[in-house]
Every structure is written in structure tokens, then in C-alpha cells.
């Protein structure tokens, strides 16, 4: 395993997730200090989040390429794909539901992350959507799956995909709450299971985030 290049890749990781907060904060704060026209909240987020997913694709793409990857890249669409994705579907809706169930049983209040959405949600109702719906699933997936998992070696060894994006499951999860937590983390780190092996499966991280943006597109409006 060549540490240099592990440590370097790690450190563009944890830079990029910086950047992806900044962003959002930048695209947020204006319509929470006051109303902001419709126009000018697409314009924000479209400059914004559209160079960082620019930025970040190009990044992916180069690391694709260095890596010589056999298994990653653009895949055609099969039937044994469409089974893949359907057991995916069911298995966020079960994750969703078992959330669901443990709040009503005060197993564990709402998830923070969950509940700051809402928050923001009614101060900056646009930006939230745009960012929920739209900027956040190609970001954090080619952030988690994309990026992370391609900092370490030999992706196209079944053994090394697993290793990673269990790691990248773990760290998608304390990024949207925390260890004091447990239950909250154990469903967001199943959600980034879910996104993970669908990429790790397929290798088409196109899947990963058609099904992230239905995921959050749920979340918000269910």
C-alpha cells in the first residue's frame, strides 16, 4: 500500500467535505438573514454547488484514470443492475421505516441532523431543497464512495472495495450525527451501506446517486 499517496488522497477528502460545507453555508446565509428572490438563490446555488460538483468530478475522473480501475466507470444499464437497485430501494425503505419506528417508540428522539434540516428548511426553504435535493447526493457521493474509497488501493479487488467503503459507510454516517448517537449512526451508516454497495456491485456511481437523490427527495417530503 503506498502511504504517501493514501495520506495525500486523504487529506483532498477532508478538504473537499470542507468545501462542500462552506458552500452550503454560503448558499444558505443570505436567505437567513432576509428573503432573497427566487432567482437569485438558483443563481447562487448553481454557481456554487455547480463548480464544486465540477471540481470534485474532475478529481474523480483523474484518480479513475491514474488508478487504471477495470471495474469502475460508466456501465451499461442491465437487468441484473435494475434487481441490484431494487434491492437497494428496499432496503432504504426499510431503513427509513426502522427509523421511523424508533422514534415513535422512544427508542431515540430524531436524528439532529433531521431536525436541523427542518429548522433550516423554514428559514431558507429554497436553498434547503435545492441543497437537499439537488446539491447534496453527486457531492457527498462522490465525496464518500467516489473519492474516499478510491484513496485506498486496489479497488479492483472485491476485498479492498469492501474494507473502504465500510470505512466510507462509517464516516458518511458520523457526518450527518455522532457516537452519542447510536442509533441515529447506526441507520445514516446503513443508508451509506446501501449507497456503497451499489457502487461497490455495479461501479457506476451514476446508481449510487440516482438513488441518494430519491432517498433525500423522500426524507424531505414524506
Known amino acids: 500500500m503506498n502511504f504517501k499517496r493514501f495520506l495525500g488522497r486523504g487529506l483532498i477528502v477532508a478538504a473537499i467535505f470542507f468545501a462542500y460545507q462552506l458552500i452550503t453555508a454560503i448558499v444558505l446565509v443570505p436567505s437567513m438573514i432576509g428573503p432573497q428572490s427566487t432567482l437569485f438563490n438558483a443563481l447562487l446555488f448553481t454557481v456554487a454547488f455547480g463548480g464544486l460538483i465540477w471540481f470534485v468530478s474532475i478529481v474523480y475522473q483523474r484518480w479513475l484514470q491514474a488508478d487504471q480501475s477495470q471495474h469502475f466507470g460508466i456501465r451499461r444499464f442491465t437487468r441484473r443492475t435494475a434487481w ?5 430501494v428496499g432496503a432504504l425503505i426499510a431503513l427509513q421505516w426502522l427509523s421511523t ?36 447526493p453527486p457531492v457527498e457521493e462522490l465525496t464518500f464512495r467516489g473519492l474516499l474509497m478510491h484513496s485506498f488501493p486496489h479497488q479492483d479487488q472485491p476485498r479492498w472495495r469492501w474494507l473502504s467503503g465500510a470505512i466510507g459507510a462509517l464516516l458518511f454516517g458520523l457526518a450527518h450525527t455522532g457516537f452519542t448517537d447510536p442509533l441515529n449512526l447506526l441507520i445514516y451508516t446503513g443508508l451509506g451501506a ?6 461497490a456491485v455495479t461501479g457506476d456511481l451514476r446508481y449510487s446517486i440516482g438513488l441518494h437523490f430519491l432517498n433525500n427527495l423522500a426524507a424531505l417530503f414524506l
Open 84 to 88: 441490484i437497485l431494487l434491492a437497494a
Open 101 to 136: 419506528l424508533m422514534i415513535q417508540w422512544h427508542w431515540t428522539p430524531e436524528a439532529e441532523n433531521q431536525t436541523d434540516l427542518i429548522a433550516l428548511m423554514r428559514q431558507a426553504p429554497l436553498p434547503m431543497v435545492l441543497i437537499t435535493v439537488v446539491g447534496a
Open 194 to 199: 446501501v449507497f456503497t454497495a451499489v457502487y
